[in-house]
């Protein structure tokens, strides 16, 4: 059984899955998991590959509040351990997003995350 956190957690993932992929980007892997961290979304599009990390809100929140440093290098480990197993990346550019979703104004925030 999923609690109110993982369901609201769910709905922005999905929304920001929809949201590029109308875009045109397409979607390689939801929930990546390593032993050391998990990125949310990996999306591909013109040679680039995008680690997308999702935030879902309620209210009001401070962008320096919402992904921490450690948070940061897990997935900075993580997108290397994703391009490492998987030759073809190893050409590709890299980017990071950051996704806040807040379902309270219904309003969606995307940002180069680093």
């Not at 997935?75 to 950051?98: G, H, P, S």
């Amino acid at each position: 059984m999923l609690n109110l956190k993982q369901i609201k957690g769910y709905i922005g993932e999905w929304i920001i899955v929809i949201s590029y992929a109308l875009n045109g980007y397409k979607i390689l892997h939801r929930r990546y998991k390593h032993k050391l961290a998990e990125i949310d979304i990996i999306a591909f599009k013109k040679n680039t590959v995008i680690f997308i990390e999702v935030k879902t809100r309620l209210g009001n929140y401070l962008l320096d509040q919402v992904v921490s440093h450690t948070q940061k290098k897990r997935i900075k480990t993580c997108a290397k351990l994703f391009i490492a197993r998987n030759y073809k990346m190893q050409f590709c550019n890299v980017r990071f997003d950051l996704a806040v979703v807040n379902l309270f104004k219904f309003n969606i925030f995307l940002l180069i995350l680093f």
